[in-house]
């Protein structure tokens, strides 16, 4: 039986066995040791329900032990063995899912069944287990109770994550539950979490056919077959997903011994969450459906451990007689004790006789009524853990607020007296992840909830993913501020689910910190370092290696996370920085016990790098900083896909990425609309959360092009780009005052006039802003750029009151006034456009001399010297050379590795690399005659690459940058198409020059018959005289082998050149109709797919190119090396510090900065209110609200009913006291006790018929 079933998922089988082969060490089960003889069977079955053949020959022997023995036991008179049935189950027809079973003792420990159904069956841990009792054998299950357990407990179930147990056969209540948990699962949404497990718990001896479960090696699977000759039989269920098989070496007979009962004490005990970590124990409820009146000890014996049940009333058998005592009982002995609360004695003998008619009622034919009398006493002492369900009255729908309010009613009164007693019903709302019934019965406004109560429950939601748990809990008291600690913050990343991206990338970190930390204890003396180990550095998650983990994901756009906690602020090196947070975390680390500086930016990282949708969203809808925040979690998780390896998780990050990017285009849509002037700075405002970067900055670092394709930001850039001259200014007069300067003193170029540019600068306010309105409070963003650009020359004069301006410097409210030939020059020149159009003109004369000199003055060495206008180029070269150094030691990054970094990643920037090296290269050879022509060949593809720089500079246009793009993507198609055309060259090459010539040794001749010729036949340049030896071939030629090996040219072979012409006309067949049509239509598909976006791919590489040229000095080269002095004289010399290390960033401090804030949140209040209302109107939410109304309709129809029900009760009662009443009358008449003074009062008809009425 160990090889059925091996096939396809061979390695998953193998693994399975592997992980089960300790199973028959540990677990045992049970075997019959001794024959005790059946009366009723003439000696041929013992009382074990086995036959005497099926009994060992020591069971047999012992002819003295079974002559005194009465009952058989299973103790006494069984053994215990290995267990040989364990492994998966195959149900032969029936489906192709496999599940679990086992074979096991009676008294096998719970925890060990426990352990193997979750770590090695796999089994989702519960958030819920209800057992079934009752219902077994071939009772006929009523129509209600099959509707109970359908739509009620296998749908609360689903909703919870529950076990179901029962017996797992297929019959009465086991089959019902089994084919309810078949069409919940195949109806249910295959990404559901919560899955229903149903688990069978059934005697070993009882099952059919149990031998084909039998090996003693396990059996994976055991393909299981029973004939169906009955719809009710002792076979097992295949809608179950586990059966644990309990063996007392019994056959035929029902019963586990205990064993069901002490597993589900175990389960109590444990708790909920993932990995343990809710805050309650599992609940565990037991469900009485029918059953007999045996099953009254399992009831007493569970309620003394205090497991609640729930009793279905009217399923008949022992449910009935249960609902009988506690609903007539309780009430009667309510009345009794209220009216002699001094008679003690009396009360319980009238109970203990009601009790007693009941049993006879119910149980008629029992033998032995006193024990039960007993039995059911001991239980309605234990009443307040009884719950019982008039299903056939109150329908299945609120089912799981019956199960809710049970397990409620029971963990009341467990708990203690000091303890809330809504905790407990709000934690297993919490667990069931129930929010619906926490608002209707827990935050509907009647409890005072308070901070330590929704502390547990608030951890509880956070780690297991119940987002509307978390908005709910925040929304009724609970402080973000007090419960986010650096502490608390660490044991969430603590709780980071294994296998996932976050948990990899932090325990990476983990153990180089732990690897750092151990490297430092060697350099200390022995016993120093003996006692640090024993303390040793922190082993689980901390902010540090959270911090390293946003580092490696954010790169160089923010800085780093988390520092300031732990005291690194002031480390740039990596090696220090893990020194120094070694040493904090031996310490008392008492950061942990601060408050988090930012919570809900905090939660929100720690939900994105999760990938938990609905929580992130809630998250940003509570952080500030909207459309920055938005834009970051784009960054981070379009940067964790990249390393997922799962293809569905990478694609639900992405689609979660470009979510948050459309978040923060609508919300800067919103932002624009509202008020251009504060939008801008909303994209340049320096973030004192997202480690000091700016909107523009992130979202180029997450590659957002639909938020860059907005016309806010593309008109921000156009402003900076234009710098104090208007926008629709012609490139002609540009280009004319660019050779003619005086023109910028005349009406030639129009300039935004001084007013428009400081408008509201008139009103000064004061330290607090008063006197200016909030409109001009936004109103120096992007203002007078020929100051901000090169206002540094002027920082050091500049001594008044100062605002925050753009680029990170204090700009004065008044700058310094220059004449206006000054003003108007720098406004001119310092412009971005003017020194772009100043380097495309250089650059276009850098070409001419550099070909002039290649084609005219590019002499060898030994000519007297080398040409004036070689010396101009090498000059010029040098120049682009102080440029290209200058960008990367003048980038907004720290360390010199980074900026090296950060310049390499630029595609251009590798370009203009290439372009020096070749050029130093060509230099160098060509002042040597021997290297001379090696040098001139580096030169002219030089060139060649210095024209195609070209293409860069002319991305700014806005015809040319989208074909420019398209270009780009075309080319990787390009790649593609070669690879296969290789492939056909390659292969058409080689045959044909095989074919041709049967001898030629030549290297250089092969090379070019075998790759070069077959090329050219591409573009139809076929040589037919060579190809077709029926040409005549007017070449020289030979078939001396001496003189081919000499080189002369072989001649043709004429055999086989039909084949020759065959391979020509398919290679030309598939190269140039197939390969060609196919890279035709690949660029068609390129052409399309790009050309619909390639608007926003050019303006998001815009951005790239107005910060390269806002940064630039206004001088092209060679000029150039003017600026580049002036700036090293600043830099080096006076030592004046930078204004240009960041782009584009505007520090907003006090009242400034909090109006921009609030500005922003009103914003997205809006944004949100207008989602929420196109949501409303959706079909969906029609649809759920109109399920709501529906619901609520049928509840009060129901509420009805049972109003109906209580009145016509109240008749009954009213009919009785009125014949008790003329009873009394007609007594007290006919006696001559007592004479009444007058007679009885007439009866009064209450409703008159119509004829006395008329």
């Not at 694609?651 to 979510?659: N, V």
């Not at 290789?982 to 074919?995: F, R």
Request: overall charge neutral.
């Amino acid at each position: 039986m160990r090889d059925t079933g091996r096939g396809v998922d061979g390695g998953n089988i193998d693994k399975s066995e592997k992980d089960q082969s300790w199973i028959p060490n540990t677990i045992k089960k049970r075997v019959c040791t001794t024959f005790v003889e059946d009366s009723l069977s003439n000696g041929a079955l013992c009382q074990c329900g086995g036959k005497r053949d099926d009994h060992g020959s020591v069971a047999l022997g012992d002819y003295f032990s079974t002559a005194i023995v009465n009952r058989w036991d299973s103790v006494q008179h069984s053994s215990e063995y290995p267990t040989d049935a364990f492994g998966e189950l195959q149900f032969a027809g029936a489906s192709k899912r496999h599940s679990y079973f086992l074979r096991l003792s009676w008294d096998t420990p719970p925890s060990m069944v426990y352990t193997l159904m979750t770590a090695h069956w796999h089994l989702p841990a519960p958030n819920l287990v209800v057992s079934i009792v009752g219902g077994e054998g071939r009772t006929k299950v009523k129509t209600w109770v099959r509707e109970v357990l359908r739509q009620g407990l296998v749908k609360a179930s689903q909703s919870t994550g529950a076990w179901i147990l029962t017996e797992g056969l297929r019959e009465g209540v086991g089959r019902c539950v089994g084919e309810a948990v078949r069409d919940h699962a195949t109806a249910a949404s295959s990404v559901s979490v919560n899955k229903v497990v149903a688990l069978g718990v059934a005697p070993w001896g009882l099952v059919d056919n149990r031998q084909q479960l039998v090996n003693p090696e396990g059996s994976f699977p055991a393909k299981y077959f029973v004939q169906n000759k009955h719809k009710d039989s002792c076979r097992l269920d295949n809608n179950y997903q586990a059966f644990l098989l309990v063996d007392d070496g019994s056959v035929g007979r029902r019963g586990e011994t205990g064993f069901r009962a002490k597993l589900e004490d175990y389960i109590s005990h444990q708790r909920t969450g993932i990995w343990g970590s809710g805050s309650i124990d599992i609940p565990v409820l037991c469900m009485l459906i029918s059953g007999d009146a045996g099953m009254l000890e399992r009831v007493d014996l569970s309620l003394k451990s205090s497991m609640p049940w729930l009793v279905l009333a009217g399923s008949g058998g022992l449910a009935d007689f249960l609902s009988d005592v506690l609903d007539n009982l309780s009430s009667a002995t309510a009345v009794q004790s209220s009216g002699e609360g001094n008679a003690e004695a009396s009360p319980s003998v009238d109970l203990k006789d009601k009790v007693a008619e009941r049993v006879k009622k119910h149980f008629p034919a029992e033998k032995e009524p006193d024990k039960l009398v007993e039995r059911a006493l001991s239980i309605y002492q234990m009443r307040d853990f009884i719950t019982v369900y008039h299903g056939e009255q109150e329908g299945p729908n609120e089912f799981d607020t019956v199960l809710l309010k049970t397990l409620v009613g029971a963990s009341k009164h467990r708990a203690s007296v000091d303890a809330s007693p809504y905790n407990e019903e709000l934690k297993l709302a919490v667990t069931w992840n129930r929010v619906d019934i926490a608002k209707s019965e827990l935050f509907n406004g009647d409890i005072p909830w308070t901070y330590e109560d929704l502390e547990d429950p608030m951890t509880d939601a956070l780690i297991n993913d119940k987002p509307q748990f978390v908005r709910l809990f925040t929304e009724n008291g609970l402080n973000i501020l007090d419960y986010l600690t650096y502490g608390r913050l660490e044991s969430l990343y603590s709780s980071v689910a294994e296998g996932t991206v976050l948990y990899h990338l932090l325990q990476r970190q983990l153990v180089e910190r732990l690897g750092t930390a151990t490297s430092n204890q060697q350099d200390l003396p022995s016993k120093l370092a003996a006692e640090n180990m024993q303390i040793g550095p922190v082993t689980k998650i901390t902010l540090f290696e959270v911090a390293r983990v946003l580092e490696l994901l954010m790169g160089d756009v923010c800085q780093p996370f988390y520092y300031n906690a732990l005291g690194l602020e002031d480390i740039s090196s990596k090696r220090k920085a893990l020194r120094r947070v070694s040493k904090v975390l031996r310490g008392e680390c008492s950061y942990r016990k601060e408050q988090c500086q930012s919570p809900w930016t905090s939660l929100f990282i720690w939900a994105v790098l999760q990938n938990r949708s609905e929580m992130a969203t809630f998250f940003w809808e509570m952080a500030g900083e909207s459309v920055l925040s938005a834009l970051s979690g784009c960054k981070i998780l379009r940067e964790v896909s990249k390393l997922e390896v799962e293809t569905e998780n990478k694609l639900s990050m992405k689609e979660l990425a470009q979510r948050f990017e459309n978040l923060a285009h609508d919300m800067f849509s919103s932002c624009y609309r509202s008020n251009e002037s504060r939008s801008f700075t909303l994209l340049i405002r320096k973030s004192t959360v997202w480690g000091a970067t700016t909107c523009l900055q992130m979202g180029m670092g997450a590659d957002a092009r639909l938020f860059f394709s907005h016309d806010g930001v593309q008109s921000l850039l156009s402003q900076i780009w234009w710098g104090d001259m208007k926008r629709n200014t012609d490139v002609w007069k540009l280009l004319l005052t660019f050779f003619c300067p005086v023109l910028c003193y005349t009406n030639l170029i129009s300039f935004r006039k001084q007013e428009d540019q400081h408008e509201g600068e008139d009103e000064k306010p004061n330290e607090d802003g008063a006197g200016k309105d909030s409109h001009s409070l936004y109103g120096h963003t992007v203002f007078s750029f020929s100051e901000l650009k090169h206002g540094d020359a002027d920082a050091q004069e500049s001594v008044a009151p100062s605002t925050p301006g753009i680029k990170g410097r204090r700009l004065s409210h008044n700058p310094p006034h220059r004449p206006f030939i000054v003003s108007r020059w720098r406004q001119f020149w310092f412009a971005p456009v003017t020194a772009f159009l100043g380097n495309v003109l250089m650059y276009f004369l850098f070409l001419l001399l550099f070909a002039w000199v290649l084609l005219v003055d590019f002499k060898p060495p030994s000519s007297s010297r080398l040409a004036i206008t070689e010396y101009v180029l090498y000059f010029w070269v040098f120049t682009i050379v102080c440029e290209e150094i200058r960008e990367i030691f003048f980038l907004e990054t720290r360390t010199w590795r980074q900026r090296v970094r950060v310049y390499i990643q630029d595609v251009w920037n590798m370009c203009d690399l290439i372009t020096i090296v070749l050029f130093i290269v060509g230099v160098i050879c060509r002042m040597f005659t021997w290297s001379y022509e090696l040098g001139r060949d580096a030169m002219c593809v030089d060139y060649m690459v210095f024209t195609v720089r070209l293409i860069h500079i002319f991305a700014i246009h806005k015809q040319l940058g989208p074909k420019i793009i398209i270009v780009g993507k075309m080319m990787k198609d390009i790649f593609f198409f070669l690879f296969f055309l290789m492939v056909w060259l390659m292969a058409y090459g080689v045959a044909n020059q095989a074919l041709l010539y049967s001898y030629d040794p030549s290297l250089e001749r092969i090379l070019r018959h075998v790759f070069y010729r077959p090329y050219l036949h591409i573009f139809g340049q076929i040589p037919v005289e060579e190809m077709d030896v029926g040409k005549e071939w007017d070449r020289l030629c030979t078939d001396n082998m001496t003189l081919i090996e000499s080189g002369q040219e072989p001649c043709r072979t004429l055999y086989s050149n039909w084949l020759v012409v065959i391979l020509l006309v398919v290679y030309l067949l598939v190269t140039n109709i197939l390969l060609i049509n196919l890279l035709i239509a690949m660029f068609s598909s390129t052409f399309s797919e790009v050309q619909a976006n390639s608007d926003i791919y050019w303006k998001f590489q815009r951005y790239t190119l107005v910060v390269q040229y806002h940064s630039r000095p206004s001088l092209a080269p060679p000029f150039i090396i003017l600026s580049h002095i002036n700036l090293f004289i600043k830099r080096v010399i006076r030592k004046v510090p930078s204004i240009k290390l960041h782009h584009f960033v505007l520090e907003l401090k006090g009242k400034a900065a909090n109006k921009l804030k609030t500005w922003e949140a009103i914003q997205k209040e809006d944004v949100l209110t207008a989602q929420n209302k196109i949501q409303r109107s959706s079909d969906s939410e029609r649809l759920k609200r109109m399920s709501v109304k529906v619901d609520g309709v049928f509840k009060h129809v129901t509420e009805s009913r049972d109003f109906d029900h209580r009145l016509r009760a109240l008749e009954n009662e009213m009919e009785y006291c009125s014949n008790a009443l003329s009873w009394i009358v007609d007594t007290l008449a006919q006696g001559s006790t007592f004479k009444p003074p007058r007679r009885p009062p007439p009866s009064r008809d209450l409703f008159p018929s119509s004829s006395n009425s008329t």
